[in-house]
């Protein structure tokens, strides 16, 4: 690959690769891709000449090849193979050439009729597993949902001993939803001392957020102190400690994927898979989920980060599609999306991972499920 070609590719707007193409270098360009993202396969000048819609001999298609290669769009992979294109390349394809049309009818129909089959019980979750089943099926990648941690108004708080050193702390917000946390009881706490710090989070945390609450610990800690033995008071700072995390609460807190076997499907052999492996570690991380939702904030609409552009995947050459949701207030509070090979069908998922954000955003505000 022609280092100085690259450079200079890299460094000129889209519009000035266009204009340096000419057509058959568009055309053979675009079919390289295209054969790529349909069967994974290197496509070579023989093959070229004889789909190409003008007359090129095999000896004229790798010319333009090698000008192709020059720039950086496309690379061989083994000698005297076919080319397949560089992450660059897919990138100017999907920049200058994809064409992301609106969803069919039909596919909207489908969308919402999977994502709105939610369970009575636990309507939100059903919806992101949905969404994320959904979005693996048409996509040959894996779907994603990462949900963000909300601020309920705390309704009620209670402590439950597991066992001697442990406790459940439940907490139920005003639409009763329920966080549960297991903390470590301070040594020779009583069962009368659990209810008396639950009945003192009670009296005070009602009516507010944890960030509105965590505010408020150093006015809290006073009050604890007079109204409160020492063990009862470390408990109640133990349960707001480990309800209200750190100061960056908010950030996601859970990261829901399906169809990771349709990651499996296709690899080659064991730096296939030590990629996948890291993938799989990747998303395991919670730093990971801070990121990947920074990623689908840090533009409007839809985001493609293809190979190492997203430095969350880069080791293991995965593209990621993604596009955040947001709530009443129009705040970003989640991101929907597929991540798999560089080969994803883009302009199909693009469309998609678009309408089901939209869908996610109208459904969750203001309960209507």
């Given at each position: 690959?022609?280092?100085?070609?690259?450079?200079?590719?890299?460094?000129?707007?889209?519009?000035?690769?266009?204009?340096?193409?000419?057509?058959?270098?568009?055309?053979?360009?675009?079919?390289?891709?295209?054969?790529?993202?349909?069967?994974?396969?290197?496509?070579?000048?023989?093959?070229?000449?004889?789909?190409?819609?003008?007359?090129?001999?095999?000896?004229?298609?790798?010319?333009?090849?090698?000008?192709?290669?020059?720039?950086?769009?496309?690379?061989?992979?083994?000698?005297?193979?076919?080319?397949?294109?560089?992450?660059?390349?897919?990138?100017?394809?999907?920049?200058?050439?994809?064409?992301?049309?609106?969803?069919?009818?039909?596919?909207?129909?489908?969308?919402?009729?999977?994502?709105?089959?939610?369970?009575?019980?636990?309507?939100?979750?059903?919806?992101?597993?949905?969404?994320?089943?959904?979005?693996?099926?048409?996509?040959?990648?894996?779907?994603?949902?990462?949900?963000?941690?909300?601020?309920?108004?705390?309704?009620?708080?209670?402590?439950?001993?597991?066992?001697?050193?442990?406790?459940?702390?439940?907490?139920?917000?005003?639409?009763?939803?329920?966080?549960?946390?297991?903390?470590?009881?301070?040594?020779?706490?009583?069962?009368?001392?659990?209810?008396?710090?639950?009945?003192?989070?009670?009296?005070?945390?009602?009516?507010?957020?944890?960030?509105?609450?965590?505010?408020?610990?150093?006015?809290?800690?006073?009050?604890?102190?007079?109204?409160?033995?020492?063990?009862?008071?470390?408990?109640?700072?133990?349960?707001?400690?480990?309800?209200?995390?750190?100061?960056?609460?908010?950030?996601?807190?859970?990261?829901?994927?399906?169809?990771?076997?349709?990651?499996?499907?296709?690899?080659?052999?064991?730096?296939?898979?030590?990629?996948?492996?890291?993938?799989?570690?990747?998303?395991?991380?919670?730093?990971?989920?801070?990121?990947?939702?920074?990623?689908?904030?840090?533009?409007?609409?839809?985001?493609?980060?293809?190979?190492?552009?997203?430095?969350?995947?880069?080791?293991?050459?995965?593209?990621?599609?993604?596009?955040?949701?947001?709530?009443?207030?129009?705040?970003?509070?989640?991101?929907?999306?597929?991540?798999?090979?560089?080969?994803?069908?883009?302009?199909?998922?693009?469309?998609?991972?678009?309408?089901?954000?939209?869908?996610?955003?109208?459904?969750?505000?203001?309960?209507?499920l």
């Amino acid at each position: 690959m022609g280092v100085l070609g690259f450079m200079a590719f890299r460094s000129s707007p889209v519009s000035d690769a266009i204009a340096a193409l000419d057509e058959r270098s568009k055309e053979i360009f675009r079919r390289i891709v295209e054969g790529y993202l349909e069967n994974g396969e290197p496509l070579g000048s023989r093959n070229l000449s004889r789909i190409l819609p003008m007359s090129l001999s095999p000896a004229s298609v790798r010319n333009v090849m090698s000008d192709l290669e020059e720039l950086g769009l496309i690379y061989s992979p083994h000698v005297s193979a076919g080319r397949l294109p560089t992450q660059v390349g897919l990138r100017f394809f999907v920049d200058a050439f994809m064409q992301v049309g609106d969803l069919s009818a039909e596919d909207r129909a489908s969308i919402d009729r999977q994502v709105r089959a939610e369970s009575r019980d636990n309507p939100v979750e059903s919806m992101m597993n949905e969404a994320s089943r959904m979005l693996s099926g048409i996509s040959r990648g894996a779907g994603l949902v990462i949900t963000a941690k909300s601020d309920p108004i705390l309704k009620h708080v209670e402590f439950i001993r597991l066992e001697p050193t442990k406790a459940l702390a439940v907490l139920v917000g005003e639409h009763d939803q329920v966080e549960n946390r297991i903390i470590e009881l301070p040594a020779g706490v009583t069962s009368s001392q659990l209810t008396e710090a639950a009945n003192f989070l009670n009296a005070h945390m009602t009516g507010q957020t944890l960030p509105e609450l965590r505010k408020q610990l150093d006015k809290l800690k006073i009050d604890v102190r007079h109204e409160l033995d020492t063990l009862s008071q470390d408990l109640v700072e133990r349960g707001i400690a480990v309800w209200s995390g750190s100061p960056d609460e908010g950030k996601p807190a859970q990261l829901i994927i399906r169809g990771r076997a349709n990651l499996l499907e296709g690899l080659a052999g064991a730096d296939d898979l030590d990629r996948l492996r890291m993938l799989f570690d990747d998303l395991e991380k919670k730093d990971s989920l801070i990121e990947l939702l920074n990623l689908a904030e840090s533009g409007p609409g839809v985001r493609i980060f293809i190979g190492s552009e997203n430095k969350l995947f880069s080791l293991s050459g995965s593209s990621l599609i993604v596009a955040p949701y947001r709530d009443d207030d129009d705040r970003i509070v989640g991101a929907v999306g597929v991540i798999g090979p560089t080969r994803l069908n883009y302009s199909r998922i693009v469309p998609m991972v678009d309408y089901t954000a939209q869908l996610i955003s109208r459904l969750s505000r203001g309960g209507a499920l």
